[in-house]
């Protein structure tokens, strides 16, 4: 599990880093598909990463609004210091977590439990998927977009 953490967090800085030939104006535009942006799919990969694990640790969540963070430099920034909370716990992790439950709501109201694995996995999947969509922005945007390949990043 800590490999494709790992994996995800490399992406990530690739695509910061590709980020910083874009404008703003591009940064920030709306686009089809996904939540928003560009920059606004990097905030929010970011806040969903943290508030998961947040929640596994019985921590609260984080809430603000995209709006407070609206430049890459915030974003970057929100990213490091959310990693230097999450690293730990992810370093940490062990097949007896696997089966542990957090209790949740739906957004229904409803009382749901996750197995701490599949919220692992599903933090993981949730961030490859915003990547194929930044994959598909930047062709339309005229730019090469970060390469998803797991082979070839030095995790093994």
Same mark, same amino acid.
């Given at each position: 599990m800590l490999k494709l953490f790992e994996y995800n967090w490399q992406v990530r800085q690739d695509w910061f880093a590709w980020c910083q030939d874009v404008s703003e104006e591009e940064l920030l535009k709306k686009r089809t598909g996904g939540i928003g942006g560009i920059l606004h799919t990097l905030?929010?990969?970011?806040d969903v990463e943290y508030s998961w694990l947040c929640g596994l640790q019985g921590k609260p969540e984080f809430t603000e609004p995209f709006e407070s963070y609206a430049s890459l430099p915030k974003? &970057?920034?929100l990213a490091a210091r959310f990693h230097e909370?999450?690293?730990p716990f992810v370093q940490s992790?062990?097949?007896e977590m696997e089966l542990k439950t957090l209790a949740d709501v739906s957004p229904k109201g409803e009382p749901v439990t996750f197995k701490y694995g599949e919220i692992m996995r599903h933090v993981i999947a949730h961030e490859i998927h915003h990547m194929?969509?930044?994959?598909v922005w930047s062709r339309e945007i005229g730019k090469v977009p970060v390469t998803a390949n797991? &082979?070839?990043r030095g995790l093994y």
């Amino acid at each position: 599990m800590l490999k494709l953490f790992e994996y995800n967090w490399q992406v990530r800085q690739d695509w910061f880093a590709w980020c910083q030939d874009v404008s703003e104006e591009e940064l920030l535009k709306k686009r089809t598909g996904g939540i928003g942006g560009i920059l606004h799919t990097l905030f929010h990969v970011v806040d969903v990463e943290y508030s998961w694990l947040c929640g596994l640790q019985g921590k609260p969540e984080f809430t603000e609004p995209f709006e407070s963070y609206a430049s890459l430099p915030k974003v &970057i920034d929100l990213a490091a210091r959310f990693h230097e909370e999450v690293h730990p716990f992810v370093q940490s992790w062990t097949d007896e977590m696997e089966l542990k439950t957090l209790a949740d709501v739906s957004p229904k109201g409803e009382p749901v439990t996750f197995k701490y694995g599949e919220i692992m996995r599903h933090v993981i999947a949730h961030e490859i998927h915003h990547m194929g969509q930044l994959s598909v922005w930047s062709r339309e945007i005229g730019k090469v977009p970060v390469t998803a390949n797991f &082979i070839r990043r030095g995790l093994y």
